[in-house]
């Protein structure tokens, strides 16, 4: 009994003294913060546009509709965020103030908002109900505060960047704790302004000085993600439609960038692999044609079917899915996207049951110092805390998954550590059928969370050859549907 005791107490030493002897690799760099680590996991959000536009029919307001057509007969913020819930959103970014400058807070800074509206007899307060809704269920809230006014008579002075900073003070003063912060790009010149009804040019690249305001942001807010063409937090993904590049890079060089300066949607939709910060693409797109309700679009939501291709996209391409699903003029989702949002969540359940990969006998090629803590086996092992990973100088290399027996197979799921930094260029994956390794997928980049969909196909064993990263390969999880 001692000697057994004491060749398993000499076996464990040997293996901590194993364990200590291979360094884990070295972050690839950039690597993305805390914060937006925590921002990739939550992979869905919902986007809400709600203002007098929902009430106009506009997409854009002016900027000179009175308060008073604000009036949600029913509105029901646990009604938006439970069916987030339900869907599984972890997130809900509300248009606190859209470009027509109405604030759907009670703000001190400006009669243009709720607190002149018939809704609640002035005594309502939107943003407030849908933080504390987000508190309930909880999910995070985040703020969209359009920087283009079309309302307020200072826009294009500096008078008007004092206000947007006054009110980004109000809005983190009173609605903390906000995950995330919206600065649209978009400016089309003219508006209301206070009567003056003109076209007002600023310098996108200068005028709203925005390093000064983000500072001011952050220091109310740590951990806050900004979002913007951008970045700094995460960048636009470059198009409406719910399409990550392929590739899709985490990383851009933000020189070149600035909120709004157009031409540059290719660039944001694939990220650049050699970008010097770390800005992931996040994909936003409307579960309408339009981001706001219009009662002529009720036929065109869309589908849970095209939900879930979108998914496919935006999540399975490595980037955020920010989905908007705008509320109608009583002031709640509407049944068609209630139901859509029901039929895409039964879709991803469904499509996404059972992880054949889970626990499963895995092989590498190679593994970091043969090391277990590198081992292959982690891949499988449900926990994306550990990876599977290369010696330094090993930037290529195959892992096969035993699945046991036959199994039909329909998506393989794989994500790096991206904590170390996102390495993979190119990848494939094969199956084992009719005694040879037969091609199912070919792609680029993973990052985060990549899906492949597979057409069709029944086997035992499965392969993936990593052909081509910019450094050791560092890979945490590998699940196969
Ligand atoms: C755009 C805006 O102009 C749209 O109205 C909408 O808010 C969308 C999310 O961003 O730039």
Known sequence: MKARQLISIAGLALLACSAKEVAPPAPLLPVPSESQLAWHAMEMNAFVHFTTNTFTGKEWGYGDELPKVFNPSLLDADQWVSTFKAAGFKGVILTCKHHDGFCLWPSRYTEHSVKNSPWKNGKGDVVREVAEACKKYDLKFGIYLSPWDRNHKDYGTQAYIEYYRNQLNELFSNYSPVFEMWFD????????????????????????????????????????????????????????????????????????????????????????????????????????????????????VKSPEKLFEIYLTSVGRGSTLLLNVPPDRHGVLHENDVTALKGFRELLNNEFKINLALN???????????????????????????????????????????????????????????????????????????????????????????????????????????????????ISNIEVY
């Not at 050699?274 to 992931?280: K, Q, S």
């Not at 990973?389 to 994500?415: C, F, M, P, R």
């Open 185 to 300: 790009g978009a400016n089309g010149g003219d508006g209301y302004y206070g009567g003056k009804r003109e076209k007002r040019t600023i310098l996108g690249s200068k005028y709203y000085d925005w390093p000064n305001t983000l500072e001011l942001v952050q220091k109310m807010e740590p951990t806050i993600i900004f979002f913007s063409d951008a970045g700094p937090g995460v960048r636009w993904v470059g198009n409406e439609k719910g399409i990550a590049g392929e590739p899709n890079w985490n990383t851009i060089s933000p020189d070149t960038l600035y909120a709004g300066k157009g031409g540059i949607e290719k660039l944001l939709n694939t990220g650049s692999e050699n970008g010097t910060a770390w800005i992931p693409a996040e994909t936003d797109v409307s579960i309408r044609p339009g981001w706001f309700y219009h009662r002529e679009e009720d036929s065109l």
């Open 360 to 474: 499963a006998k895995t092989e590498a090629s190679s593994f970091r110092g043969k090391s277990n803590q590198f081992s292959p086996s982690n891949l499988t092992d449900s926990s994306k805390e550990t990876y599977w990973a290369t010696d330094d100088e090993v930037k290529t290399g195959s892992v096969e998954i035993d699945l046991g027996n036959k199994k039909a197979i329909h998506y393989i799921v794989l994500q790096e550590y991206i904590s170390l930094g996102q390495r993979v260029k190119s990848f494939n994956a094969e199956i084992w059928k009719s005694n040879r390794w037969e091609s199912v997928a070919q792609a680029s980049t993973i990052g985060y969370k990549r899906i492949l969909k597979i057409e069709s196909a029944e086997t035992d064993k499965i392969r993936i050859n990593f052909t081509a990263a910019k450094a050791s390969l560092v």
